[in-house]
């Protein structure tokens, strides 16, 4: 049975840090690309970062980009997204995915596998 677990979501003030984590279990991790979704209340689920099984990284949407890092530990079946200089419009439900494939496609909504539950990070002003 798959299982993709998130964590390390929270509250934050604005301008500070968290790390997610997401760990699958069940599947043979290096074979997927993976990625990180938000929602936030009232808005359609949106794709972040994903990276392939070999480490390429693709970016959905500028605004994250150079202040979100995905990184991903084959060897310990996790994925990771570092969140830099947070904003209160950050502010979402965060989601980890197995995609179908090993690697990364546009758009990633229509190629996920298994979603995990999400995690909760709030930015505060």
């Known amino acids: 049975q798959v299982q993709v677990v998130e964590s390390g979501g929270g509250l934050v003030q604005a301008g500070g840090s968290l790390r997610l984590s997401c760990t699958a279990s069940?599947?043979?991790?290096?074979?997927?690309?993976m990625g990180w979704f938000r929602q936030a209340p009232g808005k359609e689920r949106v794709g972040i970062q994903c990276i392939s099984w070999g480490g390429s990284i693709t970016y959905y949407a500028d605004s994250e980009k150079g202040r979100f890092t995905i990184s991903r530990d084959n060897a310990k079946n996790t994925l990771y997204l570092q969140m830099n200089s947070l904003k209160p419009e950050d502010t979402a439900m965060y989601y980890c995915?197995?995609?179908?494939?090993?690697?990364?496609?546009?758009?990633?909504?229509?190629?996920?596998?298994?979603w995990g539950q999400g995690t909760q990070v709030t930015v505060a002003s």
């Open positions: 069940g599947l043979t991790f290096d074979g997927y690309a």
């Open positions: 995915a197995a995609l179908r494939d090993n690697y990364c496609s546009v758009p990633m909504n229509n190629r996920v596998n298994f």
